[in-house]
Each structure stands twice: as C-alpha cells, then as structure tokens.
T-cell receptor, first 113, second 110 residues
Framework: EADIYQTPRYLVIGTGKKITLECSQT?????MYWYQQDPGMELHLIHY???????EKGDLSSESTVSRIRTEHFPLTLESARPSHTSQYLC????????????FGPGTRLTVL | GQQVMQIPQYQHVQEGEDFTTYCNSS?????IQWYKQRPGGHPVFLIQ?????EVKKQKRLTFQFGEAKKNSSLHITATQTTDVGTYFC??????????FGAGTTVTVRA
C-alpha cells in the first residue's frame, strides 16, 4: 500500500466555514491530484499538480483552491463551505513516468450542514 | 475531451460464477489502469496495461488491453464474496491525467 495520507478522515461543518483538507505523501511523487466522488458514483478530477508551484484545474469545476509549496504536500481549501460541497474528497499521487501507477489516499468525507 | 465508458454499471453474480466488465475509450490510450473500491473505502490499484493486446492475470482476475488500445476488460472467474466492490478502469492519454469510467459495482449472492 502507498504512503499517502489525508486528514481529517471525516469532517462535519456548518455552512460558511473555511476548511482545508490535508494531503501528504512520502514517496517523492511529482504529480498529485484531487478527486471528488459522491457515494457510489464515479471519480471527478478537480485539481492536479505536476510539481512545486504548479497547479491546474481539473475536468470538474470546483470552488475549491489548492497549493503546492512542497513536493509532499497538496492541501485543498474551501473558503466558504456549502451543503453542495458535501462529498468524499480523494487525494492521489503518481511519480513522473508515464507507466507509473497512481495511488490514492484514504479520503476525507465532508458533510456541510 | 477523452471519455471512458464502462459497462455494466451493476453486476449481480452468484458465488462461483464468472463475469466480465468492459471499458471503452473514445481515444487511443497510452495505458489503462484498473482499481477496486470496497464500500466505504478508497480506490486501490489493481493493475496497469501498457502494450497493445496485453493480457495479465492476477489469480482469478484476467485483464486485457485491446489491440487498438481503446478498450479493456476485466474477467473474474469463480466469484467469491471478497470480490464485492466497485471496479473502475482509468485511461491515460499520456498527459498524466486519468479519465475514470463510471465503475461496475459487483454484488455476490452466496
């Protein structure tokens, strides 16, 4: 199993709060990703990064933002949480080569009341 | 953009039977990866296929990559209750972004 960590694992928060979901990996991977997944549904890419100081928006529009100041750390921030943000957020990482595999963290289950 | 279609969406299997899930891409892929997600869990990497026509086996699981590198399949023989979960294929066009299929959710009748 890969060394990729996410905190918190579960978060219940009120509308309007600012939240940051943490993701870190100890494998030295350049490429990191954030996906959003509703229960029983497919994964949607919302942000990705190919290295330090590199961030891009994914295929699914999201009100969240990300930063990549260190290789191992890729936090996701919601400035003002809304009930529509309730979902599971999965972080993943992958090393540079095209044939390298992608590993997922355990996910953060976010509920916004 | 790239689209990856996966069928069937649901697969209800009698324990001991075989089944297959299929994955089709609208574009040629650099490689395809398969993941398994247990209920309440996160996707866990199963395998990666890179070469045209490649076939790989993991115990009761057989993975194939099509000759044109646009389709793939996962065949499970003698299904067990431990096979319960959702199986996702994910296609890579070579831009380091995986496009995931909608998944096949497998339930097993004992």
């Amino acid at each position: 199993e890969a060394d990729i960590y996410q905190t918190p694992r579960y978060l219940v928060i009120g509308t309007g709060k600012k939240i940051t979901l943490e993701c870190s990996q100890t494998m030295g991977h350049d490429k990191m990703y954030w996906y959003q997944q509703d229960p029983g549904m497919e994964l949607h890419l919302i942000h990705y990064s190919y290295g330090v100081n590199s961030t891009e928006k994914g295929d699914l529009s999201s009100e969240s933002t990300v930063s990549r100041i260190r290789t191992e750390h890729f936090p996701l921030t919601l400035e003002s949480a809304r009930p529509s943000h309730t979902s599971q957020y999965l972080c993943a990482s992958r090393s540079g080569g095209r044939t390298d595999t992608q590993y997922f963290g355990p996910g953060t289950r976010l509920t916004v009341l | 953009g790239q689209q990856v279609m996966q069928i069937p969406q649901y697969q209800h299997v009698q324990e001991g039977e075989d089944f297959t899930t299929y994955c089709n891409s609208s574009t040629t892929l650099s490689n395809i990866q398969w993941y398994k997600q247990r209920p309440g869990g996160h996707p866990v990497f199963l395998i990666q296929l890179v070469k045209s026509g490649e076939v790989k086996k993991q115990k009761r699981l057989t993975f194939q990559f099509g000759e044109a590198k646009k389709n793939s399949s996962l065949h499970i023989t003698a299904t067990q209750t431990t096979d319960v979960g959702t199986y996702f294929c994910a296609g890579d066009q070579g831009d380091y972004k995986l496009s995931f299929g909608a998944g096949t959710t497998v339930t097993v009748r004992a």
